[in-house]
């Protein structure tokens, strides 16, 4: 008999990218799955949410700034078959927010020149992603 195939979630993450050329990335919270790692910000894409709405709306929460749709450049997608699920994670990049980045549900956050971004372990859907980022800045 097969296996039921597993469910897919749709998470949209970040880079958001300073003027230094420095990368956001947040610790996840204890408590979470994964706390203590280092991840690009974003979440679940909602029922009847476009991914972009689904991630000005993460920002918003999470780091109390304002992006605007159209300064949401291409992405890259990220997968991963974590246990119980299959993710999704299309990333995109973001000179421009209105607003201060502030810490509101991470642990921590870090801004990191690319080159560096390897330091600091993250999920297994995220990693892969610090090489095309470093290649891209
Ligand atoms: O953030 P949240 O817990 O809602 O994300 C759902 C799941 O997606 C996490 O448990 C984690 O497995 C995965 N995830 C990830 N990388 C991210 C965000 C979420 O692997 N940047």
Redesign the pocket.
């Known amino acids: 008999m097969s296996e039921a195939p597993l469910p897919t ?1 749709l ?1 949209v ?1 970040v880079a958001l990218i300073d003027v230094d050329g420095r990368v956001l990335i947040a610790q996840r919270p204890e408590g ?3 706390a203590g790692l280092w ?2 910000p ?3 894409v909602e029922p009847g949410e476009r991914p972009e709405q689904a991630l000005i709306r993460e920002l918003n929460e999470e780091l109390g700034i304002d992006v605007n749709e159209a300064c949401l450049a291409p992405f890259v997608f990220a997968s ?1 078959a ?1 246990e119980s699920f299959h ?1 999704l ?1 299309p990333l995109y990049l973001c000179r421009r927010w209105s607003g201060v980045v502030t810490k509101r549900e991470h642990a921590a956050l870090a801004w990191v020149k690319p080159n560096k971004l390897s330091d600091y372990p993250m ?1 297994p ?2 990693a892969p992603l610090v090489a095309w980022l470093r290649d891209l800045l």
């Open positions: 979630v998470v993450a979470k799955a994964l991840e690009f974003g979440g679940k991963h974590y993710l994670m999920p859907a995220d």
